[in-house]
């Protein structure tokens, strides 16, 4: 059932929770493009880590014990300097987005520590499927890729080709995130694939599976370069493998053919 709410609203939150009456919260609403944080830096603030402290404070005052699933991005790490990230990796936030979500990890841990709250939660690097949208760059490539071998466009538009990011398949990722819930104590993983790829590969193994050459059809645009950079991040995964059997099965090659499937059946 969809019931209409405001995520930046306490009395939206609290109506909510009520009506529900809920034994477990996924908390999947945030500003969650990086680049948009930039421009909203109050908003997403507000919106990605405010909303946490008033959900958990919502938590808090009920009777029942409500467990509470909060997803962290990658981009805490920003600028670090380890070439793969674990559990125990020192935050450096690189823009308002990474910062909103140091805030929130920060305030699950806080209220686990001093109010006995169940609030768990996963570190989740880059995470992909066909329900992207196409402001984030793997849904564009897969879109435009498309658009160019039925010849409706020629080029695609493209930014910072060389950043490294360590992709994953979403679907994946929810299942790890119920099985994070079920844990007795509440803990935060690293959820990745653990291998990094360049944009450029992404889009060179899409364009190989349309059968194209892509550096017939690619243009770099400096207008979508990020005003700022963050570190080549990779996710050491060992904790998540061996505590709740996490074993991500869809590599990149996998993971851009269902989303050209899928993509394909638009036309």
Same mark, same amino acid.
């Given at each position: ?12 939150? @609290?109506? /909510? ?7 477990e919260?996924? *908390? =999947?609403?945030?500003?969650? !493009?990086?680049g ?10 507000? +919106?990605?880590?405010l ?18 699933f909060? &997803?962290?991005?990658? @981009?805490i =790490?920003?600028?670090?300097?380890k070439?793969?990230?674990n ?5 450096n936030p @690189? ?9 929130a ?6 209220? %686990?520590?001093? #109010? %006995?709250? !169940?609030?768990?939660?996963?570190? =989740?690097?880059? !995470?992909e ?18 658009? /160019? ?15 490294n990011? $360590?992709?994953? #398949? ?5 299942e ?6 079920? *844990?007795k ?5 690293i959820?990745?694939s653990?291998?990094? *790829? ?8 899409? =364009?190989?599976?349309?059968?194209l %050459?892509? %550096?017939? !059809?690619?243009k770099i ?5 990020? &005003? ?14 061996k ?6 099965? +869809? $590599? ?5 053919n /269902?989303?050209?499937? @899928?993509?394909?059946?638009? #036309?």
């Amino acid at each position: 059932k969809l019931i209409q709410g405001v995520i930046s609203d306490p009395i939206s939150l @609290n109506y /909510i929770i009520d009506k529900c009456d809920p034994d477990e919260i996924y *908390n =999947f609403a945030d500003q969650d !493009h990086v680049g948009w944080s930039y421009a909203i830096p109050s908003y997403s603030m507000r +919106v990605t880590a405010l909303s946490v402290i008033d959900i958990l404070e919502i938590i808090r005052k009920k009777k029942k014990k409500i467990k509470y699933f909060q &997803p962290i991005s990658s @981009n805490i =790490f920003g600028l670090t300097s380890k070439k793969k990230q674990n559990e125990d990796t020192l935050y450096n936030p @690189n823009s308002i987005y990474a910062l909103a979500k140091t805030t929130a990890i920060y305030a699950c841990k806080m209220y %686990n520590r001093i #109010y %006995n709250v !169940h609030a768990c939660g996963a570190i =989740f690097y880059n !995470h992909e499927s066909p329900r992207r949208t196409s402001e984030y760059v793997s849904k564009k490539i897969i879109e435009q890729s498309v658009q /160019i071998y039925l010849k409706k466009r020629k080029y695609l538009y493209l930014g910072d080709i060389t950043a490294n990011i $360590d992709w994953g #398949y979403a679907k994946e990722y929810v299942e790890a995130a119920w099985k994070i819930m079920q *844990n007795k104590k509440p803990d935060f993983f690293i959820i990745a694939s653990g291998k990094k *790829n360049s944009v450029k590969d992404f889009v060179s193994i899409c =364009f190989n599976q349309l059968g194209l %050459n892509y %550096n017939k !059809h690619i243009k770099i645009d400096k207008k979508l370069l990020r &005003p700022s950079k963050t570190s080549s991040l990779v996710g050491d995964i060992s904790k998540a493998k061996k505590q709740i059997k996490f074993n991500p099965k +869809v $590599d990149l090659k996998k993971l851009i053919n /269902i989303m050209i499937k @899928n993509e394909l059946k638009k #036309y």
